[in-house]
């Protein structure tokens, strides 16, 4: 479904997402080039080589980005949340495969639109670098997580980053916790993680016994104890880069 994006004031991203240095004339042209775009869970947004003329900044949802290998598997490579950019400026095709996981609101602009701005806008320019260079810090990061960090470290890291990035401006933690909406199924969790999936199972299991964590559903998980879920990833190595917005 694509219809035209409402005003840049009403965005719930607004001052997350790389349009937040962009002055008032400056956005009003780049909303007139913007439109929504609405994908369920599970359909492919973009695919390897294809040629794609737009960009997008992530409303809603979450962005899974994998890459195939030439025997037909997949790795998961990436996850965008709100406020994190999509597409590939001045190169013709996107070489990741972009699917939604769970539901997701798109808002679209031209790529020549957007390669203008980064062109006539040094700030503009500016926060764009600064993203990319984040979502390096942010792969490095999670190469560290999948060399040296054990079973428990990863899936509890895992579930940190989702409560960190999903989380709203401005919003507080329940008297009984903070609901997390998993993105991914317990298989696509062990493939990102580079884990069995019954070894991630078992990591969710001792994780609720240790009170860190209640398992609601399959894909809802209440944080108990934030304490202790961070207590479970290990201690501080830098991963915290793994919460900025991404820009893939």
Same mark, same amino acid.
């Given at each position: 479904? %694509?219809?035209?994006?409402?005003?840049?004031?009403?965005?719930?991203?607004?001052?997350?997402?790389?349009?937040? %240095?962009?002055?008032?004339?400056?956005?009003?042209?780049?909303?007139?080039?913007?439109?929504?775009?609405?994908?369920?869970?599970?359909?492919?947004?973009?695919? %390897?080589?294809?040629?794609?003329?737009?960009?997008?900044?992530?409303?809603?949802?979450?962005?899974?980005?994998?890459?195939?290998?030439?025997?037909?598997?997949?790795?998961?490579?990436?996850?965008?949340?709100?406020?994190?950019?999509?597409?590939?400026?001045?190169?013709?095709?996107?070489?990741?495969?972009?699917?939604?996981?769970?539901?997701?609101?798109?808002?679209?602009?031209?790529?020549?639109?957007?390669?203008?701005?980064?062109?006539?806008?040094?700030?503009?320019?500016?926060?764009?670098?600064?993203?990319?260079?984040?979502?390096?810090?942010?792969?490095?990061?999670?190469?560290?997580?999948?060399?040296?960090?054990?079973?428990?470290?990863?899936?509890?890291?895992?579930?940190?980053?989702?409560?960190?990035?999903?989380?709203?401006?401005?919003?507080?933690?329940?008297?009984?916790?903070?609901?997390?909406?998993?993105?991914?199924?317990?298989?696509?969790?062990?493939?990102?993680?580079?884990?069995?999936?019954?070894?991630?199972?078992?990591?969710?299991?001792?994780?609720?016994?240790?009170?860190?964590?209640?398992?609601?559903?399959?894909?809802?998980?209440?944080?108990?104890?934030?304490?202790?879920?961070?207590?479970?990833?290990?201690?501080?190595?830098?991963?915290?880069?793994?919460?900025?917005?991404?820009?893939?």
């Amino acid at each position: 479904m %694509v219809a035209r994006s409402k005003s840049c004031a009403a965005c719930a991203v607004r001052f997350i997402a790389l349009c937040r %240095v962009l002055d008032l004339q400056q956005l009003a042209h780049l909303n007139r080039h913007s439109y929504g775009r609405w994908y369920p869970a599970g359909r492919m947004i973009a695919g %390897v080589a294809a040629c794609e003329n737009w960009c997008a900044t992530v409303l809603e949802g979450v962005v899974k980005l994998s890459k195939i290998l030439p025997d037909g598997r997949q790795q998961i490579v990436a996850l965008l949340f709100p406020g994190d950019f999509l597409g590939r400026p001045f190169q013709a095709e996107f070489p990741y495969t972009a699917e939604a996981a769970p539901y997701v609101h798109l808002c679209c602009y031209s790529r020549t639109s957007f390669e203008g701005l980064l062109r006539d806008h040094p700030k503009f320019k500016q926060a764009f670098l600064e993203r990319t260079l984040d979502s390096v810090d942010v792969a490095r990061d999670w190469m560290l997580l999948l060399g040296r960090k054990t079973a428990r470290e990863k899936v509890a890291t895992l579930l940190l980053t989702i409560m960190a990035r999903s989380a709203k401006p401005g919003s507080e933690r329940g008297n009984v916790g903070t609901e997390l909406v998993l993105p991914l199924t317990r298989t696509e969790m062990a493939d990102y993680l580079g884990l069995r999936l019954e070894t991630v199972s078992r990591q969710l299991r001792q994780l609720e016994a240790s009170g860190a964590i209640r398992r609601r559903d399959v894909r809802r998980i209440l944080v108990l104890a934030e304490e202790k879920l961070a207590a479970a990833a290990g201690p501080p190595d830098g991963s915290e880069s793994l919460q900025p917005s991404g820009s893939l």
